[in-house]
């Protein structure tokens, strides 16, 4: 069966979070909680756009997930947890990555004490009548997963538009070769399937698009089309992301979300502090 679908794309990030439901049971994939870095104040508006669309069409939040550890905003799932319920859950990977960072943020909690479930590769997830297969696409991060709901593929960050190209590869355990068998065996899907991007990054004078086909992105990626070789693109992809900077909010985000979302406790002072290690990266 095939779901519908809601995006929500928050501009301030370029991250697409979407309502996957059957017109009853629904599923969450990446909600973002707003953070301005400047002021360190936190927001729900975006995820209340999401609480209203849940709430105005009766659905049943089921399942809380993330593709992966975001660096580039924090996730809001344990906020939509309390206001909507739902379980919180990422690829079983990710105490890879809390290990990749446990030199800077050892102080994170288990992991498993804060996702309520680790997703399996190939695990599958029921939404009421709905299937979610989870296909564990490695290579941004090694527990990112994509998450296969009849025709539709949430791709994670693996593939973004056909325009713009890929994730990059060089956080703690990326790996771009990785990436690019990641990304084949989801392009070997049949070429109608309908792929959602997890972030758009548009082009000056396009407006953000997030949904596009297995079909299209073979014909037109322009890191990944059809015939590009996993040399070129390692190549490609390793000089490419030399030259880019480190996401304003990956360390915000990632002691965050390597701890399912759960911000520190406050501190005897009543507030709240995250942790900015110096010259660590
Ligand atoms: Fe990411």
Redesign the pocket.
């Known amino acids: 069966m095939n779901p519908q679908i809601q995006a929500f794309f928050d501009a301030a990030t370029g991250t697409v979070t979407y309502v996957v439901h059957d017109g009853r049971d629904c599923a969450i994939i990446d909600p973002v909680l707003d953070y301005d870095p400047r002021s360190g104040r936190t927001a729900t508006t975006s995820a209340d756009a999401v609480v209203a669309f849940v709430r105005d069409h009766g659905l049943t939040p089921v399942w809380l997930l993330e593709t ?1 550890a ?3 905003h924090l996730s809001a799932a344990p906020y939509l947890k309390q206001v909507l319920g739902g379980r919180i859950a990422i690829g079983s990977h990710i105490a890879d990555v809390q290990q990749a960072f446990a030199r800077v943020f050892p102080q994170a909690p288990g992991v498993r004490r804060e996702f309520d479930h680790l997703i399996a590769p190939d695990e599958v997830l029921t939404i009421g009548t709905l299937q979610l297969q989870a296909l564990h696409v490695p290579g ?2 090694p527990a990112d997963l994509a998450y296969r709901i009849g025709d539709a593929v949430f791709v994670g ?1 693996t593939l973004f538009m056909p325009d713009v190209g890929s ?1 990059r590869c060089d956080f703690p355990g990326g790996c771009a070769a990785t990436l690019y068998r990641s990304v084949r065996r989801l392009l070997a899907l049949p070429p109608a399937t309908r792929l959602f991007m ?2 758009d990054y548009p082009p000056a004078g396009r407006p953000a698009r997030w949904e596009t086909t297995v079909a299209e992105q073979r014909a037109h990626n322009i890191h990944m089309h059809d015939g590009v070789t996993e040399q070129q693109f390692v190549e490609m992809r390793t000089r490419r992301d030399a030259t880019l900077p480190m996401p304003v909010l990956i360390l915000p985000a990632i002691q965050v979300n390597i701890s399912a979302g759960q911000l520190p406790e406050a501190e005897a002072n009543g507030v709240r502090y995250l942790k900015i290690p110096l010259d660590a990266f």
Do not use: L, N, Q
Request: charged share 20%; proline share 0%; aromatic share 0%.
């Open positions: 992966h975001h660096a580039d941004h991060t960050d994730a997890c972030h």
